[in-house]
């Protein structure tokens, strides 16, 4: 009988978050966005810093 319990439980909420996903705390990803676009910056910057420095 259990399993079929869990799977009604399934059916009601399908976007529900896992259980062992459940106790990690994820971050908003407003933020990931942020790190992404810093992270590409930084690389870029590192990359191109001659051509950069040659407009100065």
């Known amino acids: 009988m259990r399993p079929l319990q ?7 909420n399908p976007n529900k978050t896992p259980g062992k996903m459940a106790r ?9 966005v942020y790190a992404a676009i810093i992270i590409i910056v930084i690389i870029n910057v590192l990359y191109y810093k001659d051509q950069l ?4």
């Open 53 to 56: 420095l040659s407009l100065i």
């Open 6 to 12: 869990s799977m009604d439980e399934e059916k009601k």
């Open 24 to 32: 990690l705390a994820w971050p908003k990803s407003k933020y990931g």
